[in-house]
């Protein structure tokens, strides 16, 4: 048993996904009823998601407590690629959405559900968890919160004696611990996972909105295969694409299924350790990626927007279609901090170009529909681009040096 146990350990994590996704399809269909099977997934999630916050907090605060004054992070040059490339993934859904004109078939949407109504108001939200109670960030997962009470407490902390400091550093690397432990029990939680997917949602609805699917499936391969390798060539000058397929391999298949981008915050910090990254700067940089780089979400909003045009016949000229841009970036950017994700946003984006709310709000409805692809996909580019730009913000700057 020791040595099975050994053999397994040392066989590679994306193998071993990979063998959970595939043991997942076939316990599913050869055993539709055995719904226990499915609490390895929801135990797995949970296990992440209640893990996320506390390493969060931890790190950071133990990242600028031990920091060096003097010793330069590269968060600057990480936000701007986050933004950035939020920007031109909004601008390439438009652009798609453009070329491959989709209508839609609006269904009345049965969830509860509350769009905020401007722009404003998605920044109302962000500010507002700025200075939540830090005990009910934590509770809730509400990362902006955690970031900025770490933040305040981190630079607080930096005048304390070496003992307190070694007592931060000791906690920080056994939450990194339970972390590890957590990341390898990931091939059962996918079994779980995969098997829920198919138990339960199936893709029969999926087959009628088939090619909204692949403009939006294909936006996003082509954001994480050519628009963030050209982007990393550019700003790093070194071959992009070892860093793109680690972090898709090892951030994206897990983020695939799991389908929460702070779920997938763990994940992302052992990536980075294995990449050799800076902790200082990775403790601050994912996190702060699971809240605002949201290429996925700028997708998602963009391409559903411009379809609602098209079926709706409503003109979009390019000065609406670049104002469009700017929105969906800021909205996506926002999205973590709406409940219901990106879908909620889209409201704001169709009030834009003069689409009523009703018909709007019509649109989350489809979104929910193709959910199961979408929003999947969506969280993978959003996560594994948060290994990619901070990677890609280290190898600038030492590459000047």
């Known amino acids: 048993m020791g040595n099975l146990f050994q053999k397994w350990s040392d066989t590679s994590l994306v193998l071993r996904i990979v063998m959970g996704i595939i043991l997942g399809a076939v316990l599913a269909v050869a055993f539709p009823s ?13 296990a992440l998601k209640a893990v996320a916050p506390i390493l969060v907090f931890v790190l950071v605060i133990n990242a600028l407590t031990s920091h060096v004054s003097g010793q330069k992070t590269n968060m600057k040059g990480i936000v701007f690629l986050y933004l950035f490339a939020t920007f031109i993934a909004g601008a390439v859904g438009v652009i798609a959405a453009k070329l491959f004109p989709v209508k839609l078939t609006f269904k009345e949407v ?6 905020p109504e401007n722009v404003w108001g998605v920044m109302e939200t962000l500010l507002n968890n700025i200075v939540s109670n830090p005990v009910d960030a934590l509770i809730n997962a509400n990362y902006i919160g955690i970031l900025a009470w770490a933040i305040v407490l981190g630079l607080a902390l930096k005048a304390a004696s070496s003992t307190t400091k070694t007592v931060i550093t000791n906690l920080s690397e056994a939450v990194s611990k339970v972390v590890h432990w957590v990341i390898n029990l990931a091939p059962f939680g996918i079994i779980g996972i995969m098997y829920n997917t198919i138990v339960t949602s199936g893709f029969g609805e999926l087959k009628h909105y088939g090619t909204l699917i692949i403009i939006l499936v294909g936006s996003m391969l082509l954001i994480a295969l050519v628009i963030n390798p050209i982007i990393v060539f550019v700003v790093a000058r070194r071959n992009p694409y070892p860093l793109v397929w680690a972090s898709l391999r ?4 897990t983020a695939l299924f799991t389908r929460s981008s702070a779920a997938n915050i763990p994940v992302n910090m052992e990536l980075c350790e294995k990449l050799g990254l800076d902790k200082n700067t990775y403790a601050m940089s994912i996190p702060l990626g699971a809240t605002i780089n949201m290429a996925g979400a700028a997708v998602t909003i963009s391409v559903l927007t411009m379809s609602a045009a098209y079926t709706l016949d409503v003109h979009v000229d390019i000065a609406t279609a670049i104002i469009l841009m700017v929105v969906t970036a800021i909205s996506a950017a926002g999205a973590s901090g709406v409940p219901g994700g990106s879908l909620l946003l889209i409201p704001l984006a169709c009030g834009l170009i003069g689409i009523p709310n009703d018909l709007a709000v019509q649109v989350i409805g489809v979104g929910l529909i193709i959910s199961v692809v979408q929003d999947s996909c969506e969280t993978a580019l959003n996560s594994s681009s948060d290994v990619v730009f901070t990677a890609t913000a280290e190898y600038a700057a030492e590459r000047k040096k």
Do not use: I, K, N
Request: aromatic share 8%; hydrophobic share 50%; proline share 4%.
């Open 110 to 115: 049965e969830a509860d559900l509350q769009p």
């Open 34 to 46: 055995a719904t226990w099977l499915a609490m390895l997934g929801t135990l797995f999630v949970g």
């Open 250 to 253: 090892e951030s994206g298949l």
